[in-house]
């Protein structure tokens, strides 16, 4: 009876020692909290003509406080209003602005893409195993730890990366291995179907750029009162114009020519 017993006893601690470390084997990866995804956008300020089409509904205005879900399309026509992300990352999405609201997960982070238009985007640092930030346009991706930047959008779907602080990373839809690193007070264009160009100085090829404010409420309260005043002065639209066609006009040279084998 004792060494039946004996026998019994020793396979079944086998049997919990081969039991304990296949689980241990099997035991799902934790995801650190801060590299989850987040959907959507909470509208913090805004200011004008706005039009919010969330998923499956018609246009609407928008609301402070209101959280914007995946899918939601934003035309800021000649309005202006400040996003906020769950990490207190903020974008500042200027007048005559088109984007959509995307889901970030593995593979993919994009929050946003921008149709057209121009947005200025605060980027809380990312340290660790978080995620970045990424923004995607017609022509580019824009990714990001942590930055103050830039990103315009033409009719022609030509990108312009201008960049304050931190350093973002620039390439091409659909080209690998081409990417491009761009630094404070350095800028990049990226034409449909082409690598993004080398950075270059940001007053080379927009003189008039303006260093963002320390905050983004600083930022959207200097930009409502210029566009207040112009708009009294009934010249917003004609800026706001002329910026666009002049960066039409120069990404054609900036971009296709030097990858252009004539040249």
Do not use: C
Request: glycine residues 10%.
């Amino acid at each position: 009876m004792t060494r039946p017993m004996l026998r019994y006893s020793m396979a079944a601690v086998l049997l919990f020692a081969w039991v304990a470390t296949a689980a241990g084997q099997q035991k799902p990866k934790l995801v650190p909290v801060n590299a989850a995804p987040y959907a959507g956008a909470i509208i913090s300020e805004w200011t004008g003509k706005i039009s919010l089409q969330l998923p499956g509904k018609r246009y609407s205005g928008p609301s402070r406080g209101e959280r914007l879900p995946v899918g939601t399309l934003l035309d800021t026509h000649a309005g202006m209003l400040v996003l906020t992300l769950q990490d207190d990352s903020q974008i500042l999405v200027r007048p005559r602005t088109r984007l959509i609201l995307r889901q970030p997960g593995p593979g993919n982070w994009e929050y946003f893409e921008l149709l057209f238009g121009w947005v200025r985007a605060y980027i809380t640092k990312r340290t660790g195993g978080a995620p970045p930030f990424e923004l995607g346009t017609p022509s580019s991706v824009v990714a990001v730890r942590g930055t103050r930047f830039n990103v315009i959008v033409n009719r022609l779907g030509t990108t312009e990366v201008d960049v304050f602080r931190g350093l973002v990373e620039v390439a091409g839809v659909g080209i690998r291995g081409k990417s491009v690193l761009v630094g404070p007070g350095y800028s990049t264009r990226v034409a449909m179907g082409k690598p993004p160009i080398p950075p270059v100085p940001t007053y080379d090829i927009r003189p008039g750029a303006s260093p963002p404010n320390s905050t983004i409420a600083a930022d959207f309260a200097r930009e409502a009162r210029e566009q207040t005043l112009e708009a009294f002065g009934n010249e917003g639209n004609e800026r706001q114009d002329s910026e666009m066609n002049e960066l039409e006009e120069e990404s054609q040279e900036a971009i296709e020519g030097p990858n252009d084998p004539d040249h």
